[in-house]
């Protein structure tokens, strides 16, 4: 799920600067990317700010507790190129493009913040420039396969005065 939200922010980048494949997913101890221009994306946290929806759902004959919520998830984003590139991309969250994006790919921007960080180094040993921190909504869907009584026998007995009843019921999921 994570790297499903890191995805849809690398091409939300991509898109927004107008470059593709000019985003990198950030990951400790990897090497820098061999181009000299690009922007590093890493998700810093997640976090459900309010209740979620549960409920019972069949697919394929199976039954699941599916899990439904908002989810707000915060990012990283890195530039190599400076305040301009940052500046490209802050800008663009209202474009026709990057809101389409955003509609088609359950994202959505909520606010950002831009962090003067020039001197930084990561333990990657990224030379950071200028970055921005990113906090979006996505949906989580959940499923966890549940069990399911397939067939049940009921036994008893009941008396009635001086008589006794025996009493058995099968129960069978058709």
Known sequence: MDS???IKMMKLVDLAVGQPKY???MQRNSPKPKQQKFAGVKMLDE???GRDKV???EVDDEFYERTTGVR?????????EGPVMCSRFTSSFRTAAVLDYMRQSGL???RHKRIDNKSLTLETNWEIRESVVVECLFER???NPIGV???????????EGDTLIELQTDIKEP
């Open 149 to 159: 009584i397939a067939k049940a026998r009921i036994e008893g007995e009941y008396h």
């Open 47 to 49: 976090v459900n700010p």
């Open 141 to 143: 869907i959940i499923d």
């Open 108 to 110: 959505c921007v909520l």
């Open 23 to 25: 985003a990198f997913e």
């Open 4 to 6: 499903d939200n890191i």
């Open 72 to 80: 707000l998830v915060t990012f990283q984003v890195l530039f190599t």
């Open 55 to 57: 409920e019972v759902v």
